[in-house]
C-alpha cells in the first residue's frame, strides 16, 4: 500500500491510500527538473552509466543559464562544469555563431542533449509532476503529465532540482522560505534579449521588476505582463534590437527543503567550521531589496550597520543542508537547498547550482553502489571523487574576499590587531575592521577611539558598538543622525549604507529611550529630506529612495525602542500613526536598476508597523 500525495490549487497537500500499484518504468534515479542543476546532475549519472529520467517543464536543458542569464555572476569555479562551458565556446566557434554576453545559449541547450544522446537517459520535456506515491520515509514513484498524457514512474533516488522543491512540497519536507515580516522573496527580473550594434554581440539587461509569490498561477502570469510592460523596456534604443524577453521569470528565491540543518547567515558571519563539505559556494549576500528595513536584524547589522553587502563570502556546503529531513532517497539541487531567508540571498548563482548538481548527482552515485540511505553515504569517498573533478577545493573557501567599488584597491587581507583594526576604521573603507572589532569584542578600544578627534573613527566604533548593545557612543550615534549625515562609505562596490541611516538603525539597536523623542521629530521632518544633497548609487538612485530609507528605518528603530520600554509604548505608537497613517502620507521607493519607476511603499510600510505592533504586545 503507497500513499499517493499532490499539491492542490491553494498550496494544500491531498494524500490517499493506494493499493496494487505498478509502475510502467523503474529508473536508478529521476530528477525533477533539467535546469542548471538537475541537467549538470543527470549528466554526471548517466556518464557512469545509470538509467534516469528527467522532467522538464521547459522545453530545454539548462533552465536559466539556457533561458535567461547567460552570464555568471559570482559563484566558485571548478567541477565538471567547466567542461561544458569549454565544449559550449569550441562549437560556437565551429558554427559561426555571433557574439554574447557570456556563453551562447543556444549552445548550451545542444551539447547538454548531445552529451545525454547515447546514455541511458530519458528526457520528458514540457511536462509536469502532479504527484508522488510515498512508503514510509521514501518517494517510491511519481506521476507526472507530459504532451502525451498522464505517465507514472518509479526510482530508487531522486533529485529535486525542480527550484520551486515541489518534488520534497509534496512529500512534505519543504516550506516557503521569504522573510519574516511579510513572506515577500527577493524582487524577481524580467529578462530581455537584444543584440547590441556596436559590440555586434547578443546580451540581456535584467531590471529588477517586483515582487511576486511565483505558487500562485494567477498573480505569476499577471507579473509577467505588468513587468512586459515596464517603462525601461519601452524606451527606445537606438543602438539596440529587442530580440525577445526570457521565456523564464529571474525568480531568486522561492521554496526551500526543510533539510536535515539549516544553513543560517549568523552561522556563516562567525565561521563556524564544517568538516564534510561537498562544496563552497561564492557570492556576496545579494539581497536585491530596497525595504531593508523590513529585513531581519542579522542582515541589517551586515548591510546597514557595517556596509558589507558586496563582501563575497565562501560558504561550506555539505549533505545535511541537501538532504531533507524526513526522507531517506531524495537530495536537493540548486536553489532549494536547506537555507535561511537571509542565505539565499548568496547560495544561488549559477556556478554553484551546478555543482550542487554534481555533489547531489555524485551522493547518488555512491548510494546507488552500496544501497543506502543518502544520509548513511560516507564523506570519504565523496570527498575523494568530488576533489577529483574540482568540484570540491579549499581554495574556495577564503572565508571573505573584497569586492570594492571601481578605482579602490583591493584589501588582500584582514588584520586582527586592534592597531590595525583602529588604521582601518579610519579610513574610507571600515567594514572589515568593523567586522574585526565587532567579532572580537574589543570593547575598551572602541570606547578609547570615541573621543578621539576624527569622525570616521568616532562613529565606526559608536556603530560596532551598538552591534553588541553598549550605549557608550549613544551621543555621537544621535547627532549623526540628526545632522542626517550623508558620508558613504566606500567598503562595497555597491548598496553602501550613509552614516546617517547606519546611525539611525544602530540607535534601534540600543533601543534606549533617550532616542524616541529625537527620532520621532526627524519622522515628523520627513517631507524636508528631498532637500538634502545626496550621492545617488544603485541603492539610493533617486531621492525618494532616500527619504524611504530614513522613514523606514526611524520606523523600524522607534518600533524596538517600544518593544523594550512598554512604557513609551503608547506615546512611540501615536506619534508613528500621527505622521505614517495620516491619510495624506505616502512613501515611494524604487527598484535596482531601475530608478525611474518608483513604487508606492505606503501600503507596506503600514503593515509592517502593525505587524511589529501585534509582535511587541506577544512579548507582553
Same mark, same amino acid.
Given at each position: 500500500?503507497?500513499?499517493?500525495?499532490?499539491?492542490?490549487?491553494?498550496?494544500?497537500?491531498?494524500?490517499?491510500?493506494?493499493?496494487?500499484?505498478?509502475?510502467?518504468?523503474?529508473?536508478?534515479?529521476?530528477?525533477?527538473?533539467?535546469?542548471?542543476?538537475?541537467?549538470?546532475?543527470?549528466?554526471?549519472?548517466?556518464?557512469?552509466?545509470?538509467?534516469?529520467?528527467?522532467?522538464?517543464?521547459?522545453?530545454?536543458?539548462?533552465?536559466?543559464?539556457?533561458?535567461?542569464?547567460?552570464?555568471?555572476?559570482?559563484?566558485?569555479?571548478?567541477?565538471?562544469?567547466?567542461?561544458?562551458?569549454?565544449?559550449?565556446?569550441?562549437?560556437?566557434?565551429?558554427?559561426?555563431?555571433?557574439?554574447?554576453?557570456?556563453?551562447?545559449?543556444?549552445?548550451?541547450?545542444?551539447?547538454?542533449?548531445?552529451?545525454?544522446?547515447?546514455?541511458?537517459?530519458?528526457?520528458?520535456?514540457?511536462?509536469?509532476?502532479?504527484?508522488?506515491?510515498?512508503?514510509?520515509?521514501?518517494?517510491?514513484?511519481?506521476?507526472?503529465?507530459?504532451?502525451?498524457?498522464?505517465?507514472?514512474?518509479?526510482?530508487?533516488?531522486?533529485?529535486?532540482?525542480?527550484?520551486?522543491?515541489?518534488?520534497?512540497?509534496?512529500?512534505?519536507?519543504?516550506?516557503?522560505?521569504?522573510?519574516?515580516?511579510?513572506?515577500?522573496?527577493?524582487p524577481f527580473s524580467n529578462v530581455r534579449q537584444f543584440f547590441e550594434k556596436d559590440t555586434c554581440r547578443v546580451t540581456f539587461d535584467?531590471?529588477?521588476?517586483?515582487?511576486?509569490?511565483?505558487?500562485?498561477?494567477?498573480?505569476?502570469?499577471?507579473?509577467?505582463?505588468?513587468?512586459?510592460?515596464?517603462?525601461?523596456?519601452?524606451?527606445?534604443?537606438?543602438?539596440?534590437?529587442?530580440?525577445?524577453?526570457?521565456?523564464?521569470?529571474?525568480?531568486?528565491?522561492?521554496?526551500?527543503?526543510?533539510?536535515?540543518?539549516?544553513?543560517?547567515?549568523?552561522?556563516?558571519?562567525?565561521?563556524?567550521?564544517?568538516?564534510?563539505?561537498?562544496?563552497?559556494?561564492?557570492?556576496?549576500?545579494?539581497?536585491?531589496?530596497?525595504?531593508?528595513?523590513?529585513?531581519?536584524?542579522?542582515?541589517?547589522?551586515?548591510?546597514?550597520?557595517?556596509?558589507?553587502?558586496?563582501?563575497?563570502?565562501?560558504?561550506?556546503?555539505?549533505?545535511?543542508?541537501?538532504?531533507?529531513?524526513?526522507?531517506?532517497?531524495?537530495?536537493?539541487?540548486?536553489?532549494?537547498?536547506?537555507?535561511?531567508?537571509?542565505?539565499?540571498?548568496?547560495?544561488?548563482?549559477?556556478?554553484?547550482?551546478?555543482?550542487?548538481?554534481?555533489?547531489?548527482?555524485?551522493?547518488?552515485?555512491?548510494?546507488?553502489?552500496?544501497?543506502?540511505?543518502?544520509?548513511?553515504?560516507?564523506?570519504?569517498?565523496?570527498?575523494?571523487?568530488?576533489?577529483?573533478?574540482?568540484?570540491?577545493?579549499?581554495?574556495?573557501?577564503?572565508?571573505?574576499?573584497?569586492? =570594492?567599488?571601481?578605482?579602490?584597491?583591493?584589501?588582500?587581507?584582514?588584520?586582527?590587531?586592534?592597531?590595525?583594526?583602529?588604521?582601518?576604521?579610519?579610513?574610507?573603507?571600515?567594514?572589515?575592521?568593523?567586522?574585526?572589532?565587532?567579532?572580537?569584542?574589543?570593547?575598551?578600544?572602541?570606547?578609547?577611539?570615541?573621543?578621539?578627534?576624527?569622525?570616521?573613527?568616532?562613529?565606526?566604533?559608536?556603530?560596532?558598538?551598538?552591534?553588541?548593545?553598549?550605549?557608550?557612543?549613544?551621543?555621537?550615534?544621535?547627532?549623526?543622525?540628526?545632522?542626517?549625515?550623508?558620508?558613504?562609505?566606500?567598503?562595497?562596490?555597491?548598496?553602501?549604507?550613509?552614516?546617517?541611516?547606519?546611525?539611525?538603525?544602530?540607535?534601534?539597536?540600543?533601543?534606549?529611550?533617550?532616542?524616541?523623542?529625537?527620532?520621532?521629530?526627524?519622522?515628523?521632518?520627513?517631507?524636508?529630506?528631498?532637500?538634502?544633497?545626496?550621492?545617488?548609487?544603485?541603492?539610493?538612485?533617486?531621492?525618494?529612495?532616500?527619504?524611504?530609507?530614513?522613514?523606514?528605518?526611524?520606523?523600524?528603530?522607534?518600533?524596538?525602542?517600544?518593544?523594550?520600554?512598554?512604557?513609551?509604548?503608547?506615546?512611540?505608537?501615536?506619534?508613528?500613526?500621527?505622521?505614517?497613517?495620516? =491619510?495624506?502620507?505616502?512613501?515611494?521607493?524604487?527598484?535596482?536598476?531601475?530608478?525611474?519607476?518608483?513604487?508606492?511603499?505606503?501600503?507596506?510600510?503600514?503593515?509592517?508597523?502593525?505587524?511589529?505592533?501585534?509582535?511587541?504586545?506577544?512579548?507582553?
Amino acid at each position: 500500500m503507497l500513499m499517493f500525495q499532490q499539491i492542490l490549487e491553494h498550496g494544500e497537500i491531498t494524500k490517499e491510500q493506494r493499493d496494487n500499484v505498478s509502475f510502467s518504468n523503474h529508473y536508478d534515479a529521476v530528477i525533477l527538473g533539467g535546469g542548471t542543476a538537475g541537467s549538470i546532475a543527470a549528466i554526471c549519472l548517466a556518464k557512469k552509466g545509470r538509467h534516469i529520467l528527467i522532467v522538464e517543464k521547459q522545453n530545454f536543458l539548462g533552465g536559466v543559464h539556457s533561458g535567461a542569464m547567460f552570464h555568471y555572476y559570482q559563484g566558485s569555479p571548478g567541477g565538471i562544469y567547466e567542461e561544458y562551458d569549454a565544449q559550449i565556446e569550441q562549437q560556437k566557434k565551429q558554427y559561426r555563431l555571433p557574439e554574447v554576453f557570456g556563453s551562447h545559449p543556444l549552445m548550451r541547450m545542444y551539447v547538454y542533449e548531445q552529451e545525454l544522446e547515447d546514455t541511458n537517459c530519458q528526457i520528458s520535456f514540457d511536462s509536469a509532476l502532479t504527484g508522488i506515491y510515498t512508503d514510509g520515509r521514501t518517494i517510491a514513484g511519481i506521476q507526472y503529465l507530459t504532451p502525451f498524457g498522464l505517465k507514472e514512474a518509479s526510482g530508487d533516488y531522486f533529485i529535486d532540482a525542480s527550484a520551486e522543491a515541489v518534488l520534497c512540497r509534496m512529500a512534505g519536507s519543504a516550506k516557503k522560505s521569504g522573510r519574516e515580516f511579510d513572506g515577500l522573496s527577493q524582487p524577481f527580473s524580467n529578462v530581455r534579449q537584444f543584440f547590441e550594434k556596436d559590440t555586434c554581440r547578443v546580451t540581456f539587461d535584467n531590471i529588477d521588476a517586483g515582487y511576486v509569490r511565483q505558487e500562485l498561477p494567477e498573480e505569476y502570469a499577471g507579473h509577467i505582463i505588468a513587468s512586459l510592460n515596464n517603462p525601461v523596456y519601452s524606451k527606445w534604443q537606438k543602438d539596440q534590437i529587442t530580440m525577445g524577453m526570457s521565456p523564464l521569470l529571474g525568480v531568486r528565491e522561492g521554496f526551500t527543503i526543510d533539510g536535515i540543518r539549516q544553513l543560517c547567515m549568523d552561522q556563516v558571519i562567525q565561521d563556524k567550521e564544517l568538516t564534510e563539505p561537498l562544496f563552497f559556494s561564492s557570492a556576496n549576500i545579494d539581497n536585491h531589496v530596497k525595504d531593508m528595513a523590513f529585513e531581519s536584524q542579522t542582515l541589517c547589522d551586515w548591510v546597514v550597520g557595517l556596509s558589507m553587502w558586496s563582501t563575497l563570502v565562501s560558504v561550506p556546503i555539505d549533505k545535511e543542508v541537501m538532504i531533507p529531513k524526513e526522507l531517506d532517497n531524495v537530495i536537493a539541487a540548486g536553489r532549494i537547498l536547506s537555507l535561511d531567508h537571509d542565505m539565499a540571498s548568496h547560495t544561488r548563482m549559477m556556478r554553484d547550482c551546478q555543482k550542487s548538481g554534481e555533489a547531489a548527482a555524485t551522493v547518488v552515485e555512491e548510494a546507488l553502489c552500496l544501497g543506502l540511505p543518502l544520509q548513511d553515504v560516507p564523506y570519504q569517498a565523496l570527498k575523494e571523487k568530488l576533489t577529483q573533478t574540482g568540484c570540491l577545493s579549499l581554495e574556495n573557501h577564503y572565508v571573505l574576499k573584497d569586492n =570594492p567599488p571601481p578605482g579602490r584597491e583591493r584589501i588582500s587581507h584582514f588584520d586582527l590587531t586592534t592597531e590595525q583594526i583602529r588604521k582601518g576604521m579610519l579610513s574610507d573603507s571600515p567594514g572589515f575592521a568593523m567586522l574585526a572589532a565587532w567579532k572580537m569584542r574589543i570593547t575598551e578600544a572602541l570606547k578609547s577611539w570615541l573621543t578621539e578627534d576624527n569622525i570616521n573613527l568616532q562613529v565606526n566604533s559608536a556603530l560596532v558598538l551598538a552591534l553588541y548593545e553598549d550605549d557608550s557612543g549613544f551621543s555621537i550615534l544621535n547627532d549623526t543622525a540628526q545632522r542626517r549625515d550623508c558620508y558613504l562609505p566606500q567598503t562595497s562596490k555597491s548598496y553602501n549604507s550613509l552614516r546617517g541611516i547606519s546611525a539611525v538603525y544602530a540607535l534601534g539597536r540600543l533601543h534606549n529611550a533617550k532616542a524616541s523623542e529625537p527620532l520621532l521629530r526627524m519622522l515628523q521632518q520627513n517631507e524636508t529630506f528631498i532637500n538634502d544633497r545626496v550621492h545617488f548609487d544603485k541603492f539610493i538612485g533617486h531621492m525618494q529612495d532616500y527619504r524611504f530609507q530614513y522613514v523606514s528605518h526611524l520606523v523600524r528603530a522607534l518600533l524596538t525602542i517600544a518593544d523594550y520600554h512598554p512604557d513609551l509604548r503608547r506615546s512611540i505608537y501615536q506619534g508613528i500613526d500621527e505622521i505614517v497613517m495620516a =491619510p495624506e502620507f505616502t512613501v515611494s521607493s524604487t527598484l535596482k536598476s531601475n530608478p525611474d519607476c518608483l513604487h508606492d511603499m505606503t501600503g507596506s510600510l503600514r503593515s509592517y508597523i502593525q505587524w511589529r505592533k501585534n509582535k511587541g504586545e506577544r512579548k507582553l
